[in-house]
C-alpha cells in the first residue's frame, strides 16, 4: 500500500512557508535517503521545483540535474527523491 500525504506534506526539512491566497509555498532540504523514500501520492495537486541536486522521478522516467520543474496531479503515484540526499526545492500545494 502507497503512503499518501496531505496537501503540502512532503519528504524533507522546511526551511520557509508562505501561505498566499488558498496556495502553499515551501522551500525545504531533501533530508530523507532516496533508499528510505517509498511511492507515494498526494492529496492535492502540487508543483516541485528543484533547485539543487539531482532530482529523480519515477513520475517522468529521467534523472536530472537541478533546476527541474515538475507538475504532479492529485493521486498520482511517484517516487521522486533526490540522489546523495543533497537536494533543495520549493514546492507549491
Known amino acids: 500500500m502507497n503512503k499518501t500525504f496531505a496537501a503540502g506534506q512532503y ?14 509555498l515551501k522551500h525545504l532540504e531533501a533530508t530523507v535517503p532516496e533508499h528510505e523514500v ?27 540535474e537541478g533546476p527541474v520543474l515538475v507538475f504532479n496531479p492529485a493521486e498520482v503515484i511517484h517516487r521522486d527523491r533526490f540522489q546523495a540526499c543533497n537536494g533543495r526545492f520549493f514546492a507549491v500545494s
Open 38 to 64: 517509498a511511492e507515494h501520492r498526494h492529496d492535492g495537486v502540487h508543483i516541485v521545483l528543484a533547485t539543487r541536486g539531482t532530482y529523480l522521478s519515477s513520475a517522468y522516467g529521467e534523472h536530472r
Open 11 to 24: 519528504y524533507g526539512t522546511k526551511s520557509f512557508e508562505r501561505n498566499l491566497h488558498g496556495l502553499q
